[in-house]
């Protein structure tokens, strides 16, 4: 089984809306990234959170770790076609210093004009 | 700034063939280095990590093999490929300090016949 969660796995929104991706795991979250891909690329980092209730926002794009540290969300407000890919995240849940990651499947995106 | 580079971007490669994969970094010196493999539906896999010249992780068994002969690079290798060596095999760098994240190359598509 998958040690974090995404859902959902995909989405389709209209360009303008506002739309949130979760990242959940069973297990505490010592660190989570937020990365995003274009398919057959590479991953472009976004945002990293550590503390429990910590909120990132870089432009349009909101990251937030729960108070418990054991579910992250990506919330991306008024979305446009440069939004669309695969957002992924990475986290940390042996407490490795972020040397070790375990990946979600990833979400992907689309954007209609 | 710091780069990173990775080759060759696709790769036909026929069952029993052995295989070179190469990663470099630029701009920075100690870097920790990860080999990752994305296969379709199962999200990223960590493969190897080294927080050095001439130490490396296994973090999964497998038919392939990682040795970092130079501080900024990392080469993953297999003596004879299986069909299910195929996949997308991403390598990436952070720095030595801990809970810094990690930055991904381009990637290679390794396609086995």
């Known amino acids: 089984s998958q040690e974090l969660e995404q859902s959902p796995q995909s989405l389709i929104v209209q360009e303008g809306k506002n739309l949130t991706i979760n990242c959940t795991s069973s297990?505490?979250?010592?660190?989570l990234y937020w990365y995003k891909q274009k398919y057959g690329e590479g991953l472009i980092f976004l945002m990293m959170?550590?503390?429990?209730?910590e909120e990132k926002s870089h432009e349009k794009i909101t990251a937030k770790l729960d108070e418990k540290k054991q579910q992250s969300s990506l919330h991306i407000t008024a979305s446009q076609p440069s939004h669309a890919g695969i957002y992924l995240c990475?986290?940390?849940?042996?407490?490795?210093?972020?040397?070790?990651?375990?990946f979600g499947t990833g979400t992907r995106l689309l954007v209609s004009p | 700034s710091q780069t990173i580079h990775q080759w060759p971007a696709t790769l036909v490669q026929p069952v029993g063939s052995p295989l070179s994969l190469e990663c470099t970094v630029e701009?920075?010196?100690?870097?920790?280095l990860y080999w990752y493999r994305q296969a379709a539906g199962r999200g990223l896999q960590l493969l190897f990590y080294?927080?050095?010249?001439?130490?490396i992780s296994s973090e999964v068994p497998q038919n392939l093999s990682a040795s970092r002969p130079q501080d900024r690079q990392f080469i993953l290798s297999s003596k004879k490929l299986l069909l299910s060596d195929s996949g997308f095999y991403l390598c990436?760098?952070?720095?030595?300090?801990?809970?810094?994240?990690?930055?991904f190359g381009d990637g290679t598509r390794l396609s086995i016949l």
């Open positions: 990436a760098w952070s720095t030595w300090a801990s809970n810094q994240p990690q930055h």
């Open positions: 080294s927080v050095g010249i001439g130490q």
């Open positions: 990475g986290a940390d849940i042996m407490n490795t210093g972020f040397q070790k990651l375990v």
């Open positions: 959170l550590q503390k429990g209730g």
């Open positions: 297990k505490t979250l010592y660190g």
């Open positions: 701009g920075t010196s100690n870097p920790n």
